[in-house]
């Protein structure tokens, strides 16, 4: 249910509105708005008579919310979110953030060549695994906390904001120590108990499209991080798992402007995992920007052939140089701009030191 707060209520109004709600056996979720306050009342009350809220002094209006996912939809709230990244990137708004680095964090002199050429180029974010989820047991894993301090110290070194994927909830407290941004896989996305425990986290939540997911089941996967207090969610389309087979995965590009339909939530796109070959990531990082895409985030590594993990999907720097080349040319045809906040670059070598 949605109760829209009358915009010459008083703070005693609302709050009494909002004592009123807790009383009937709703949690109560309020979002502030340019023009509106709304309050969300989230519970399963079938023969809740809404004229008990709208009769009370402050109220506007009140209606029910037919969608499964409350907080997640337009009904909750009409504007979009912006989520704040640090201090000075801001990613739904209209300007357009790169997000790019290795699927796997291998070593420190990987990490700080990456972070000084991307940066150059125009990320402003560094991804990188430090815990890897393998199909395989055999496979490279990850280095774990000490591949964070490198990928923070990367970070650190020339200003970029780090983002990596949590996979349990055990990880949770190491990782909010290094990390802007926690990402939470596509295998991991109905993983209810992490993402129960994610909305308690004072960071962004990076959510990844499920292999099979249909888009109201990642908006319902984040409904849990956002109905625990953490309403900075981010989601992310990497592709689905179809017939198909000429690509890793079939990227789903008819999601992001129904994602912005349904939902107030940014929402990027990974066209790296979404077709899994080197050749076809930047047609697709062009067709996610011209989509709607709120960002990309794509793997860059300095020697894809010598990756330890997913090498054959991993752009060369220079791949990389060309992408941010065509996808600012659209960004700037769709009346978007591209998010490069002032950042300053410090010595890499001088932090090593």
Known sequence: ??????????????????ETLYKHGFDVHKSTGVNQTVLGAIGVQPDFDTNTIRVLPGVAEVY??????KLASRSFKKENSVIKIGEDIFLGDNEVVIIAGPCSIESEDQMFKLAESLTALGAVVLRGGAFKPRS?????????EDGLRIMRNACDAFGLKMVTEVM??????????YADILQVGARNMQNFTLLRELGKAAKPVLLKRGLSATT???????????????????LCERGIRTFERSTRNTMDLSSIPVIHQKSHLPIIADPSHAV?????????????????????MVEVHPDPNNAMSDGGQSLYPEQFAQLMKEVKIII????????????????AHSIRN
């Not at 249910?1 to 909002?18: G, L, P, R, S, Y």
């Not at 029910?64 to 996912?69: A, V």
């Not at 109201?216 to 981010?234: K, R």
């Open 136 to 144: 395989s047991p055999y496979s490279f894993q990850g280095l774990g």
């Open 276 to 296: 899994g070959i080197r050749d076809k990531v930047i047609p697709m990082a062009r067709a996610a920007i011209a989509a709607g895409a709120d960002g990309i």
């Open 64 to 69: 029910r919310i037919t969608e499964q996912y």
């Open 1 to 18: 249910m949605v109760v829209v707060i009358d915009k010459n209520a008083t703070k005693q109004e609302v709050e009494n509105i909002i």
């Open 332 to 347: 700037q045809a769709i009346g978007r701009g591209l998010s490069t906040p002032g950042l300053k670059k410090k010595v």
């Open 168 to 177: 349990d909830v055990s990880q949770i407290d190491t990782i909010l120590q």
């Open 216 to 234: 109201e089941e990642l908006l319902m996967s984040a409904e849990y991080i956002l109905s625990g207090g953490n309403m900075d969610v981010i």
